[in-house]
Structure formats: structure tokens, C-alpha cells
């Protein structure tokens, strides 16, 4: 368990959530990326586009 | 410097003139398409694709040339560096973003191995080819001049094993500029660029630091259209199929030409898989400044002119 | 197109003309060689060998195209190629001369690794590192344009356990000619060509057909040779000692200038291993047009420079 | 043995001597190539430059 920094609502970890994963705040919708681990440390995910080179 | 003779030259154009492109009757006498833009250069994207043969395309690269049109060429070659990659024992990888899109992941060995296969083994052999044809080519990555530039984009948004993930250290990027004052300057010296990807990207490294420049992988479809829009010319890719299908189950039901909005739904509704790319491409050519586009088949004989007088899907 | 600005140019400007270069208190003012031929290209050739370091030399060209002078990088890269056909599984094979020079023989997988790491990735990773210091550099191997030609050697004569022999399918040529066009359209564009091998050779396959073009490999310090040749400009060789020793154990006995017929005799006596190479294009280039060569270590300071003022062996 | 096609002394063949193994005549001075193996035939060798590329 930790908190979604955008609303301070509580946010579900995974037992098995890796560093990159993105969590969705159930309450306001943020996506939010797990930065750390141990203990857990979250931030907004970047914005980035969906596409790609060759 | 060409090593055609006057006299080839003349009989390649008769030839070029009397070939008839077969089942529809239509004449390549540069009717429709072209006639109000003789000036605009065409710029031709020559697909990677392992089924594609270029020797068509590029004798008809030299016809073009031969009647004094500018003639830019653009070219890919995703699976080449596959190739390259497992000869070196490297597993190319493969992501897939939340919306489904698929596209490969560049890490520093790919990077450099695209930048041996295109920029290197390709491009050369290209330009080779051209030059046995008795044309001037020119081989330039997008680094080349600055030639493409844009952002770069190190991190991507990924699923794998169904969650979501933030993937870093892509070497890929956006082409948002073109260096046209490059290839004017090649083709006003009656020389044919022959361009591929990588891209040139811009990242700042933060703190009010000087601008660092990174070649990385770009869309050589994209590439190509932001060349045709920033040259104002006339955009033909060539690939495996001759256009874009309603039905891509029906080959009799070939979109010809997609004019207004409503075709342009209906065209991007009916693409599937790799066409998709193509589609929008087409789109953002024209929102550059391209004055048309063709998807067309590159086995027709003389593919590109058969492109320019009817065969293929035409945007414009 | 640059990414300086003024003042920073002026601040990089001032500190070149005060820098001392040390051991003899030579400044870097532009004094002895190139004061007469201003408007002379420099040719910098830039080593291949793992020893050298090429981010100065780079810097180095930053400074002169600042300057307003024209600037041509040459490079090769041997050892490379030697790394990645081992990454690939493959051997380098070189060959003995009767004579008993030693080089590479190039069959046509390492010509494909050749394309790949010479036009392919160095070529690309120096321009991009140009761009990073503010110069506009554009890639070209000796297939662009027609850049570098010549005749094809396809048949070498080797010592193989003592015995003599034939050996067919070499991928290599001498280069006989420069289009000298490609590279001053660019200079005149303010572009700095960065060239490669390999050169683009010509064989005629007997019964009156046409020429037919193969890229193959050549020598890059006489790549360098001949482009200085044609453009009559200023050879610098960088290298990764400090030039030609009259004792190469005697690291006092550095030959400074070469002018006369006496003292090349004594300079290609003197030569031994690589430098024997130097000597080679020096003399050709001379003999082409190049207006004077500098061999040169790559590991001084502002190393161009140093170069053209009184470090190094000048032939003229 | 086998014949010099310049002078037409007689040119004596290594047992293990390979395709592409050059001869030197010991009459006439001429190099020639040994074109093919059973039977033996020779030819001038190509005059060809001693130096390399890259
Ligand atoms: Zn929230
Ligand atoms: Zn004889």
C-alpha cells in the first residue's frame, strides 16, 4: 500500500511489482510509475506517445 | 558522369513511353499525376521488405532522371538488421504498447547495428546500384547535414505479461525537421540523395546545457513523408502489395484514390498491419507539403511511373 | 545550422591564437605552412587505430570551420572491421606480398563488414559527433557520387608457405580519380564532407558491355592522398606518433621537413612498418596537387593546428 | 613436367603444387600460373601491383 501523488488516495501494490511498472489510481485515474521499491516510491508516469521508429 | 550512351537513353524513354502496364490499358506517358508539377521532385521510399526487389525501381529511378526530373529516394530495411542481429547472436526485441501497436525496441547494440546495416550495407549497395544504372546517387542518414532531426524519445510505454511498464533507453525518436537546403543543394548539382534512417535527436541534457545530438532510429516510411513534404514533392512508397485494400481479402477492391475526408476515414478504417504505417505516413505528407501520395506495388514494371499514371492508392 | 554562438565562437577563437602549444613555444597563429594558402581546403585524415582518440581532432575542425576555412575528414578504420568480423565468427585473412607487404584480403563478406562499420556506423558516429561540436558535417564514401574510382584489383599475388600464388576474389582497387564537384558543392554549401572507404571500382566484364561498379576496399591514407590531390589542399595526417623518425628508437629524431629529393630518400629509408604507408600518400598526394602534407600525432592539443604550425613532418 | 608457354623449356611441377600456384620458368625467367591440374596446364601470370587497400 502507498499513496497516489497526484489525489492521496490509497494505491494497491502487486506482492511482485518491478521498478517501470505502471499502477492506474483507481480513485482519479493517474497513472503512476513505481520509481522504488523498498519502500515503495511512485510518481506520474511521463506522458509519451504511442509509436515507434522502423 | 552517366554511362548511358545518347542513343540508350533515347531508346529507354521510346520503351518507357510505348510499355504497356498491362491489364487496365493505361499508357505511362506521365498523363494525370504529375503533369501540373514537372518541377516538384519525386521522392520515391523503397521498401525493405525481403520480397521487394529494388532493380525495378531503380532502372526506372534513372528513366525518371533521364527526362530531367528531380528524384529523391528514401529506403528502410527493419528486417536486414534482424538479420545482422542474429548473425551477432542478438535477439531483436519486439514491444507492444498499451494501444496494441507493435514496434521494435532500440538498445545501444541495435542502434549501432542499424546504423551498419542502413546508413552502411544498404545504403552503399544502393547507391552502387544506382551508379550502375547511370545515376549520380548521393547516400545520407538523417545525420548526414542534420538532414532529419527531431526529439528523441529514450523511454517507451510497454505492456508485457499484461502490465504496463515504462521501458528507458530507446533509441528512437520523432523527425519534426527536414535539412531541404541539403538535398536542393545535391540536386540543383544533378546528384540523386538516396536517404535512410537513423535520425539525428535532440536532447538537452538539462541544466541549461548545450543542445547533444544522438542518431537514433526513426519510421523510414514517416522519414520519407516528412522528406516529400518538406521538398513540396510528389511521394511514391513502394511496398509488396498495390495499395491499399477495402477488403484486403479482395483484390478487386484496390482504393484508387483517396480525395477528401470521408475517403481518408474510410481508407485508414479498411488498413490493416503494416499498411496502417503507410496510411500515415500518406497523412502526414500531405499535412507537410507533399503535393500527392502513392502506395503502389513495387513489382509492377517501371513501378514508380505505373505509381504516377493510376496504379496504386493515391492521396492527395 | 551551427550550435555556437557568436560569442562563444570568439571565446574558442581567442583561446586557439593564445594557446601555447608547450614543448617549444610555438604559437598556434596560423604562422609557417597555410599563411599563402588560406583558401585552401584542409584534408585531415584521422586515424582508424584503437590509440587514437579522435574527440580532439574533432573539436580541432570545429575551431578551423569557425575560422572560415574549408574542412575534409578522411577516415578508415581497419581494426573495426577486424572486430566485428570476429563479433560475426569470422577470421580476417591477411596476406603476404612476394615483395613482403602485408594486407588485408578482402573477400565478400568482409566487404560487407566493411560497408557495415566504415560508411555504416564510424562514419555515422563521427558525423554525429561533428554535429555535436557545431560543424555541419555530411557522410560520403567513395561510392557517393562517384567519389573515389578506379580501376578494380580482383587478383592478388601472395606468398602462402613459401610459395607464390594467385589468389582471386579480392574486393579491392586503386583509386584513380575524385569528383572533386561532390566535395566542392558541398564546401560551398558550407557542409564538411567526412569520407570513407570504400572506393567505388571499375570492370568492364569484357565483350563491350557497359562499366559495371563495385564498391571494394582502398587504402584511407591514400583516400586522403588523392582527395588532398584533387582539391589542392593541405594533407594532414593524423597519426599516433609525433611524425616520420629518422630512428624510430630515437624519439629525438623526428624529421621536421621534407623538400627535397634527398631528404624524401632518406624519409622513406627512415619509414618502417605503418609509416612506410604515410610516406606512400604522402608522396602521392604531393605528386596529385595537395599543396604540402603534415604527418602529424593525433594526441597533441588542437592537433590540425599543431600540425600546421611546425609539429610533425611536412613534406612539401 | 609441363611446358613454358613463353620459351618452351620444360617447367618441373610440385607433386602437391595447387591451381593458382605461380611457377617461375628457370629459362626464361617467365611466372606463370598453374591453370588447371590433371593434366597440368600453365599460363603467364598476370602482372599484378604489390600493394593492398585498407
Ligand atoms: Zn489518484
Ligand atoms: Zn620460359
Partial sequence: ?54 | MTEYTEAELEAAHEQLIDNDLGDDGLRTDGGAVGADDQNAPIVVKIGGARAVNPEDALADVAHLVANGEDVVVVHGGSTAVDDTLERLGEDPEYVETPGGVVGRFTDETTMEVFEMVLPGKLNTDLVAGLQNQGVNAVGLSGADGKLLTGPRKSAVKVVEDGRKKIKRGDHSGKIEAVNDDLLSTLLAGSYVPVVTVPMLAEESSGEGTATEFTPVNADADRAAAAVAGALGGELVVLTDVEGVYEDPEDSDSLIESVGTPAELDAAEDAAEGFMTKKVMAAVEALEGGAASVTVADANNRDPITAARTGHGTTFE
Same sequence: chains 1, 4.
Fill in chain 1, 1 to 54: 500500500m502507498t499513496e497516489c501523488v497526484e489525489c492521496g488516495a490509497d494505491v494497491t501494490l502487486h506482492d511482485n511489482a518491478e521498478v517501470g511498472e505502471i499502477l492506474d489510481c483507481t480513485t482519479c485515474g493517474a497513472e503512476l510509475e513505481l520509481v522504488e521499491r523498498n519502500p515503495p516510491v511512485l510518481q506520474r508516469a511521463p506522458e509519451l506517445e504511442e509509436d515507434w521508429g522502423e
